[in-house]
């Protein structure tokens, strides 16, 4: 199964471990992996800020970066949320562009989902005696849908003690430049976020988007907590390897 | 506070109630509680997707024929006595109310709680003409008695705690009280029954309209709105022109929908339907009923395919209840009368200063929460996107964001450029910023400050993953393994 890595402008810049982890976890279940390297983001920081023009000039590149691939699969539910959710419509207003976009719709997944509805890889054989807790990304459950799958990945990693996360569904406080234009609220609410974090004081904070752990980390890293912020791929791999 | 905070900006009302430790405990406490018991009540209901579906579709299919419901509506109220009056605007809807008053030569006007009567400032105009204007509901007369407006469109004084309610009824009786419950209600039951009989008038909203029957419906839980209904001579109606529904039997959706998202309540304590005045022989009610029904806008919004599901909504709050913003800064940060997702939507909508009001639909982290609470599934956070694209559009957003998305647009459309500037700005976070835990003296006066002040900056590697790849490419592949074959032999990292 051919598989093209959309590893997100974020992970590629920040957190390329995450995108390693994840390529060879794909590979492991015979995903032949590829990282077209036209790719450059989503389109997202400029769509959810209005500028949907500029949103549109960086997603066509994204359309053609990926016309050839089988499946495209991200480490994030946000930016194939941005996929999923908006591109039909960044694109309504050309047919042939249109086409293209479905067609990258119809074949991106988010890593779980992809590991879980495609693969069929419910468990990837990781054992971690130790004890973690969920956040939910906002738009890889809501606008994406992905809901269960990363839950159903950790619950069967073997002698890990999975607790919830109090009000787990509340947005972390990120929203991308909401977090620089209103980020005193934003601050309140990673502060929240991370009250809760710490209530349940885990070893590991789970989640499947680097946005909300960039965001939640970076307070949490402020507070000197022992809780280690994690992507859904790294702990995965980390655990099974 | 009512409408003399115009001027100011979200982010500073914004400031100032974050600043108020009572206010944030108070509205986290009570919005926690209402979406707790929502989540209760509705599981325990069951189908809740199917009600939320078939509440969307009734909504949908009368703002699609709102002309003819309203018709329906109208026609049928008149055939019962009532007076029917549509107003269109805010000016216009004050003018008929005061016309009815000066008619009536009326001195009191008890109103149960109505949003569209809020949206209109009708107590300052009926006070300006020398009228007692009486708000009956307990949490509008608190924030009546302290000189402000609601900050919740069903909690009207969900930003106040107890104590404070303590003092504002002390203040007002001239007794010494205590702060719970059940004295503050009964201090609030003797002084409003008094109040009752000298009003000339009784005003109230209207949750429903029922197209069929031309009969107003409301929800309430303290009674204030049969007695605002029953005791004066004259009822006037306050209604924006989305409320109608067709008929009885949509009303039973609505009926199992709005009190479970409002308040979690399988039904509210009371649900009144009147239908025109009180005929001959009746032993109570009004004399004369009036309906004003107000459009301020909202006609604006038909035919708009972005929009027009908007007017769908039915008021009753849940979008505030889950919403991460409203949250932290309550109601009266929004500057408008709706506050919380639904306000954020509709303000820009209704107002006609849409670069003010644009800034609302910033008031958000496009988490999706108020869609996913709303019993009628408007697709709140993807209006709130639109509404973004037409402040852009309307070239409201200031001229070094422009800048940044321009460059942005410049540098992620094409793969070169992208990795010269990710390249600068990586070097630029490691040399410039700094990659320390404590906030460095540089980012202070950045703008990266926003994020620095809370947060650490990303830890950065100095690579990129585009770097790395081809010697991830060249690795070896690992055979698959689950818990059931091997996972007993694994190294696990101690």
Known sequence: MKVSLFITCLVDQFYPSVGVSAVRLLRRYGCDVDFPARQTCCGQPAFNSGYVAQARDVARNQLEAFEDSDYVVSPSGSCTGMVHHYYHDLFAGDPVLLARAERLVAKTFELSQFLVDVLKITDVGARCPQTATFHPSCHGSRLLGVREQPLELLRNVKDLTLIPLPKSQDCCGFGGTFAVKMSDISGSMVQEKVDNVASVGVDYLVSTDMGCIMNIAGQMRRRGMKTEPIHLAEFLWRFSS | MAHSTTKSKFIDRAAIAQGDDFLVNAVKFTTDRLRNRKSDSSTAFGNWEEW????????????????????QFAQNAASRGAYVHFANDTAEAQKIV??????????????????????????HVLEDEGLECLETDLGEWIVQLAHETPSHIIIPAIHK????????????????????TKTLAGFARRALRRKFELADIGMTGCNFGIAQTGSVVTFSNEGNARMVTTLPKTHIVMMGMERVI????????????????????????????????????????PEETHIIILDNGRSEQLGDPEFQDVLNCIRCGACLNVCPVYRQVGGHSYGSVYPGPIGAVITPLLQQDKKQWGELA???????????????????????VHLRRRYVEQNYTPLPEKLA????????????????AMKTGRWMQLKVLGNAVPESEMAKVTPVHGWTKYRTLPENGGKSFRDIWSSIAAEEVESPRTNETDGSENDFGA
């Open chain 2, 52 to 71: 939320r579906e078939r509440g969307r579709a009734i909504r949908a299919h009368t703002i699609a024929h709102l002309d003819y419901y309203l018709d």
């Open chain 2, 98 to 123: 005061l016309e009815i008053a000066r008619k009536n030569k009326a001195k009191v006007v008890a109103k149960s709680k109505s949003m569209v009567s809020e949206e209109v400032h009708i107590n």
């Open chain 2, 161 to 180: 705690t107890r104590g404070q309610i303590q003092v504002l009824f002390e203040k007002e009786g001239g007794e010494k009280l205590t702060d719970d």
């Open chain 2, 246 to 285: 067709p008929n009885w039997d949509d009303l039973e959706v609505m009926t199992n929908l709005l009190p479970r998202s409002a308040t979690g309540q399988k039904i509210t304590v009371y649900v009144s339907a009147l239908s025109g005045p009180r005929r001959e022989d009746e032993i109570d009610g």
């Open chain 2, 362 to 384: 910033y008031a958000s982290t496009l988490c999706g929460a108020c869609f996913e609470a709303c019993p009628v599934k408007i697709p709140l956070h993807d209006m709130l």
């Open chain 2, 405 to 420: 998305f321009k460059g942005y647009a410049a540098a992620f459309s094409n793969a070169g450029a992208y990795k010269v």
